[in-house]
């Protein structure tokens, strides 16, 4: 199907959309109700003053609340013309915000150890977004110095591509307005990348090919925890020089280096040692510090070791990854050296564990794999709409769908591949995944040309259950939250076809049943932990699209969330602490007032309250006690009394509690029919970045 591309209007709140929040957020939360209360009230930050249009004073409640602004600080009001009209920008200097924040921090599963990411604090989003807008052409500059990066920022994006029919028929914008901000749902950065999206696609290139032609090795080296050891003064140094900041520290404040400095420092918590995990705009951070690496690299190389880029080595740099070709083994152990010392002065290290040699042919253990699950899959699931010819010469032949699947072989040569290749599940789920979409998007396709007769109905649910057998064995080997998303994707997709063409119950109920089976099956062997909370959240919100009688029972979603009940009183308790903002909000988006719950709500209710008052005590400018604030008193679930008391923990009068309500419909959660799940995996696809 032929791209569809959409005109996009630069406005200074769109990387707000794009490039605050990490990918692995669960699907309820996003920035696009607090998007559109910023693009609806014009609320920015410029010249050292946080901006608003109001005609009144009716989001002053408001805006105090988000950006830390206290009661006695007065708001000033002019009247301004914009665009031939007069509108009431009511304005407070920065230096009356609140803007060192704290980050709400969550952990997912990467590795052995977990990973921690961050969602930065709502005023200093607003923050980032300024610095973007102002410093555009300078972030683009610095992220151009070197000749090793084959991923970085080279222009502002000005266009949306959709290519599918189902963006087709939710994105039906006028190009260039944005009055309904369908347009800016699917937006996968703010910038435009070049140039390999994906780390696998530099391996299947014409550069590294090249590369392999001209040299005999190749070794792949990792900067060791990049991102929680990056030094945010690294960055002016990267940019001024380090004599020059450390001697004119005030100074260098002012600049391009210095303020993004202080932006990443302010955002989490004035810490300077590492930086937060996750949003788009830390890569960027981070990439204009290596950037400043490879410049020094490729110099020290020359001028110490007469060792020049492209004749004696090349190399390229993925993010923190980088892949050095060569010759000779003495110019590798040179580069080794010289890059170590280059790192150690920004305080960064080698991950010297992960260093992997490659000799001709340079073709690495996933690549190896790739090629083998992909002809194994295009073997074991070809979907294909036949003609069947009649003996009758004037009846039309008949269409029929074949799609034969022996799960349990294809299982069988998964594993085999797997341990052939020499790698583990999580480094192929992805790729298996992408390929097992487009084989549920090919068996819908065929099914649809064929007659529909009983035959290929059957035909339809058998194959289907098969290569949802297939994925939720792979995903067993390694449920990270990339991995549940595309699950999610195909479990989502599949039942809204079912539904859509009308299959029998039985049929349904045979996959529904499934489904249901293996989830719960996952959240009982996966109980909430520390590195294992978002994925079983994606999981949870997915079965609750498939009917009533698959809700799970109130036993298993005490076990999964930790929740116990009082032998002697009955009452619901949690001896492990409280549950983070997405486990809350997931849950009261699953169990909403379903009677059978009921208790369980109550339980909740009064969870949210004690957390909430225990937050607002230790941690009064914290991102996720906010965010919980703005979320919880438009929550449809929860009581007015129990909104009322949210209200008080922070000083909210009715009158004000009620003017925060107003000001948004929602903020971060989409509750209720704000909530699409399918528009909402559809979204991750163009956010995809590993």
Known sequence: MVKRRVSLTHRKQRSVLTDMLPFEVPPTFSNRGYYRFLRDNSVEIEKG?????????????????????KATTVIAAEVVTEWGKQKTRRSVSIGKCQMTTIPFNFRVTHNLDGRTLSVVHPRNQVAVASFYATHSALIIYHTSVSEFSIRRPVSVSRYAYFKDKLHEERLDAVAGLEEDDREYEQLGSYFVYRKYRNIHRFFESYKYHRSEKKYDAMVQIDVSKCFDSIYTHSLPWAVLGKDQTKFSLEESKGTFGGRFDVLMQNLNHKETNGIVIGPEFSRIFAEIILQSVDAELITQLAERANLIHKIDYEIFRYVDDFFVFYNEDSAQLKIFETLQEILRSKKLSINTAKIKHYQKPIITEITIAKERISTLLNDEIDPVCKKEPLDALSEPPKQKLVCAINANRLITRYKAAIKEAGVNYGDLLNYTFAIAENKIEKLFKAYVASDKSDRDRKCLSSALLAIVE??????????????TIRLCRMITTSVGFLQAQGLPYELKHLFFKYVHDNVMQQLEKNTMSVHREVESLYLLISLSQIGREYWLPVSVLLEHFLIK????????????????HFSITILLSYIKDKVRYGKLKVFVEAHIIAKLDYMKVHCPNDAETLIMLLDLVVCPYISTTTKGIIGEIFGLTAESLASVQFANDYWFTAWGDKFDLGKELDAKRSREVY
Do not use: Q
Request: aromatic content about 16%; hydrophobic content about 35%; some cysteine.
């Open 49 to 69: 003053e946080l901006r608003w249009i109001c005609e009144t004073t009716d989001l002053d409640h408001t805006m105090r609340l988000l950006f830390g602004i």
């Open 470 to 483: 297939f994925a939720f064995f792979a995903y067993s080997a390694s449920p990270k939250v990339n991995h």
């Open 565 to 580: 009940e009082e032998e002697s009183t009955g009452n619901y308790i949690r001896p492990s602490g409280f549950m983070n």
